[in-house]
């Protein structure tokens, strides 16, 4: 199916465990993010990328990992799972860094419980 | 730096009544304003730009760029207006996105 897609949709770890959350996008756009979603704290930047092989961190990434090496993938992962790193994931996608057509698609969401 | 800020993280209204999200954002730049807005249960979805300058489901807003605000407003709510909105703001020097805290509009009958 053509869009962005998430998986899994939900997950459950233990602390300390590694955990990987898939980003799957079909347009071929350039840019990929990653965002937590938590109560009171609304959407914030994990990581992000310009294209393939380019990454930059945003305004949360500690703890987290990143990698694209290709444009239609951009896997986030946890290298060592906290409880405060229970969260609903949601990965992104858009066409261009400038201009009007900066709209940001976004998947479905992953929620994340770390017990 | 870059930041937006949404200062209600709830805001009730009747039916019928005006409607205004408040947004402030801080950007050492020109701006690229953006509302989207998440429908339970489902994906966030752009709701408007500000370059556009458009009116999507009755909603618009203005980038005021002396108060550096962008509120969205609607002269009229209506129950299906009930959802998560977010401001976002779009670096165009390193397509960093961020979003706001996000404000629930809850329309009563």
């Known amino acids: 199916d053509a869009g962005i897609t998430q998986s899994p949709r939900y997950k459950i770890t233990e602390t300390g465990r590694q955990v990987t959350l898939m980003c799957h996008q079909t347009w071929s756009h350039s840019y990929m993010f990653w965002y937590r979603q938590d109560l009171g704290h609304g959407l914030r930047l994990i990581y992000y990328s310009a294209a393939a092989d380019i990454t930059d961190k945003g305004e949360v990434p500690d703890g987290y990992v990143v990698s694209r090496s290709k444009t239609e993938n951009f896997p986030l992962t946890l290298e060592s799972a906290t409880r405060s790193q229970t969260s609903v994931y949601f990965c992104?996608?858009?066409?261009?860094?400038?201009?009007?057509?900066?709209?940001?698609?976004f998947g479905q969401g992953t929620r994340l419980t770390v017990v | 730096a870059q930041r937006v800020t949404q200062p209600e993280k709830l805001l009730s209204v009747f039916k019928g009544a005006p409607v205004e999200l408040k947004c402030n954002y801080s950007y050492s730049g020109s701006p690229e304003l953006f509302w989207y807005v998440q429908y339970s249960r489902q994906r966030l979805q752009l709701l408007l730009r500000?370059?556009s300058r458009e009116s999507i489901k009755g909603f618009t807003a203005d980038l005021n760029k002396g108060e550096t605000s962008f509120h969205l407003k609607k002269p009229f709510a209506q129950e299906e207006d009930s959802a998560m909105y977010y401001c976002a703001l779009h670096s165009g020097n390193t397509g960093k996105l961020i979003f706001g805290q996000g404000t629930t509009l809850q329309v009563k009958p």
């Open positions: 500000h370059i």
């Open positions: 992104a996608s858009s066409v261009s860094r400038t201009g009007g057509n900066t709209e940001a698609f």
